[in-house]
Nanobody, 126 residues
Framework: QVQLVESGGGLVETGGSLRLSCAAP????????MGWFRQAPGKEPEVVAA????????YYTGSAKGRFTISRDNAKKTVYLEMNSLKPEDTAVYSC???????????????????WGQGTQVTVSS
């Protein structure tokens, strides 16, 4: 059974940083593109960042560009989201996602996701 397990969420002040991790020990990791979605209260989930199965291509939503960095460690079967210069509007539940063969040539969509993590709360105080 494939499980994606996130960690690293928490409470941080505006301007602070957090690093989210998502471990996927049961996943054919090198065949899957990986992404991070977030959902704020009362809002639809949105993809924040995604990385191709090769690790050579990435996608960022506009608000994440220049502040967030997605990366992957295939040996550890783990994807990371480094978040800097955090803002209150970044407050959301962040979920890891896996999509077989995703190339990052376009945004990752919810309908394409094969596996989801349980989510981790990120709260940015003003």
């Amino acid at each position: 059974q494939v499980q994606l397990v996130e960690s690293g969420g928490g409470l941080v002040e505006t301007g602070g940083s957090l690093r989210l991790s998502c471990a996927a020990p049961g996943l054919a990791f090198t065949s899957n593109g990986m992404g991070w979605f977030r959902q704020a209260p009362g809002k639809e989930p949105e993809v924040v960042a995604a990385i191709s199965w090769t690790g050579t291509s990435t996608y960022y939503t506009g608000s994440a560009k220049g502040r967030f960095t997605i990366s992957r460690d295939n040996a550890k079967k783990t994807v990371y989201l480094e978040m800097n210069s955090l803002k209150p509007e970044d407050t959301a539940v962040y979920s890891c996602a896996a999509d077989w063969g995703y190339s990052a040539a376009r945004p990752l969509t919810k309908s394409e996701v094969d596996y989801w993590g349980q989510g981790t709360q990120v709260t940015v105080s003003s």
